[in-house]
């Protein structure tokens, strides 16, 4: 509805009859928007048109003063001096009877004692049916201008969007997936499923006869995050490094370490150049001379087997660790607990990978590096990413292994364990038989 008065004198208002249609009356001389819904066309009338917004049919009743004051202003005989308070007409009854004689309600300006025509039907419509704006609308009548224009705001629009049964609990139809992927290699074995995620995130990479030496091998698993890109780097670089480190080292213990970490270093470094923001944790194995050199960065885990017990040869870098949170805290980096997991500024749950460009102050690549003689009681080593160890311990694991004649059997068995227990991250779990790696004593 348009209404301006350009007078702030205030005036008392009669109790209303019905809930809409009104009439606003102001000072002789000064313009006074009035609004009726008079279906008979008046002489010389000038208007614009709003129509109401409701459906319901109020009572058809105005009482007789107010039609006398009514009448009496639109032909002249009350003055605007006389007129106070807010006449009441009925829409539903006006507008049914503007519709049965195809014409439609009015709004009509006053000045002084005229009524003058000065817009049409369809400039009214310009006006007020404005198509171009879908949340806001403006009423603009004859000789209101600046602060008395009107804007009314319209509900903002709900889509719906149409509904699709492919795209339904997609996150639950890629957990449904059945396919392993399984290796069976000389004094290896592996199998391999998807999780939840969209593509696959876990890789492994595996170098055997390293130097001519069939007892020479590196064996690595990776467990991806933030894409899959810094995985597939390390599945691919990694050992070569390693190998290209011992070449250019002597025999000794520690320059073998030295190798170790100089292989993760420049693997790392070789990565961040590509500059991706993704990052990859990893457990390797390096079999030299009958000895075993774990390494790690992240949870990704090794265990031994011997003897039908279960030995941990690595420690998840997570940020549980005290030792790792200071490091962190130390360097000017932010660890915060959120659902009951650590984080390393609120979005790493790991605190060494290589990647992770963005994360690369506080998350190192330097491994963890343990050795070990092989005895003959070592049978078997387990390498895993998290989506085992989160729902299998150790123990576990190597009970499943030792019952089991065929150690892909026994991988697959690990695989569909920790999914029946609720896993649904990637899940790599390779098992190294280690009976063709011993060096006899002397040697």
Not at 35 to 53: D, R, V, Y
Not at 167 to 173: A, D, I, K, P
Not at 310 to 327: G, I, Q, S, V
Request: charged letters at 25%; glycine letters at 8%.
């Amino acid at each position: 509805m348009a209404l301006a008065l350009s007078s702030s004198q205030s005036y008392a208002l009669t109790p209303p009859r019905s809930c809409v249609g009104k009439a606003f009356g102001g000072r002789k001389g000064e313009a006074v928007v009035f609004e009726a819904l008079n279906s008979e066309p008046s002489k010389g009338s000038a208007f614009t048109q709003e129509e109401s917004p409701r459906e319901k049919k109020p009572s058809c009743v105005n009482t007789a003063s107010q039609e006398e004051t009514r009448q009496g202003y639109i032909t002249g005989a009350t003055t605007p001096e006389k007129l106070s308070g807010i006449f009441m007409t009925d829409i539903a009854c006006h507008e049914g009877k503007a519709k049965r004689q195809n014409t439609g309600p009015k709004v009509f300006q006053f000045q002084k004692d005229a009524i003058h025509d000065n817009c049409t039907q369809e400039e009214y419509s310009a006006l007020v049916n404005d198509p171009g704006s879908d949340s806001l609308e403006m009423v603009k009548s004859a000789g209101v201008t600046g602060d008395h224009l009107k804007l009314r705001r319209r509900p903002a629009k709900l889509v719906v969007p149409a509904y699709s049964p492919a795209l339904e609990f997609v996150e639950m139809g890629r957990k449904l997936e059945n396919k392993v992927f399984e290796v069976e290699g000389r004094n290896f074995v592996l199998a391999s499923k998807k999780g939840i995620r969209t593509a696959m995130e876990d890789r492994y990479g595996v170098m055997l006869d390293i130097l001519g030496d069939p007892k020479q091998a590196i064996f690595a698993v990776i467990d991806g995050h933030g894409g899959h890109a810094a995985a597939d780097y390390v599945a691919k670089n990694l050992g070569r490094n390693i190998v290209k480190a011992l070449e250019d080292v002597n025999v000794g213990q520690d320059q073998l370490e030295q190798a170790i970490r100089n292989g993760y270093s420049v693997t790392d470094k070789g990565f961040l150049n590509q500059e991706i923001s993704s990052g990859a944790c990893t457990a390797s194995v390096l079999l030299k001379d009958g000895e075993l050199h774990v390494a790690n960065v992240g949870d990704c885990r090794v265990v031994l087997g011997r003897n039908g017990l279960a030995t941990a040869l690595t420690n998840d870098h997570r940020l549980n660790r005290e030792d790792e949170r200071l490091r962190i805290e130390n360097s000017g980096g932010f660890v915060s607990c959120r659902n009951g997991v650590w984080r390393v500024q609120g979005s790493l749950a790991v605190s060494r990978a290589i990647g992770d460009l963005h994360l690369k102050e506080w998350i190192i690549s330097e491994p963890e590096i343990r050795k070990l003689r092989l005895t003959w009681d070592c049978e078997f080593l387990i390498l895993a990413s998290d989506g085992l160890w989160e729902m299998v311990n150790e123990q576990e694991a190597v009970d499943v292994v030792s019952g089991e004649k065929n150690l892909l059997t026994s991988c697959k068995k690990l695989v569909d364990m920790s999914c029946s227990r609720g896993n649904m991250d990637d899940i790599t779990v390779m098992v190294i038989d280690l009976h063709n790696f011993m060096v006899p004593a002397g040697c």
